[in-house]
């Protein structure tokens, strides 16, 4: 995969932002929530629930290779990061600061200061420190979800 076109996602990409989202959650996040913790996490990742987002205060970006999803960005209310996936196969490639490059681009012209927050499971804090966002408490656990707060300042 050579530099792959990042693009706005739609409500036509729903089911498979879910499948792609909930995939890695499964295999990277999920394994260290409680069992209830577990299935609320992926309830709230289904198809109808992006769907929801994508309709909502959230703007979506999607890269492609050769017909799959390669990696998925979210951010709400233009400033949350709510997502930052990259398939497996396409980490350590940069695909994941292309992704915040464009988040963040697209963020700024709105009337975001350069401030942008996330909730990073345990898995991702390395990735997102790479990436330059900073720990801002410990970690959280909200009823078995584990997530550590951070933030990034451009």
Do not use: W
């Not at 990735?127 to 330059?132: F, H, M, S, V």
């Amino acid at each position: 995969m050579r530099n792959p076109d990042i693009r706005r996602g739609a409500a036509q990409d729903a089911a498979r932002i879910s499948g792609f989202v909930c995939g890695l959650a499964k295999e990277f996040i999920v394994g260290e929530f409680s069992a209830g913790a577990r299935t609320r996490f992926l309830d709230d990742h289904t198809e109808a629930k992006v769907e929801e987002r994508l309709r909502g205060d959230f703007r979506f970006y999607v890269v492609e290779d050769g017909g799959r999803i390669a990696g998925v960005a979210a951010i709400r209310s233009n400033s949350h990061l709510f997502y930052l996936f990259v398939g497996t196969e396409y980490q350590h490639m940069g695909l994941a600061r292309r992704l915040l490059a464009r988040v963040t681009e697209d963020s700024l012209p709105l009337g975001n200061p350069g401030k942008f927050t996330v909730n990073a499971s345990n898995y991702a804090v390395p990735a997102y420190e790479k990436l330059g966002f900073r720990r801002t408490g410990a970690m959280k656990n909200a009823d078995g979800v584990l997530y550590n707060p951070m933030e990034l300042t451009l």
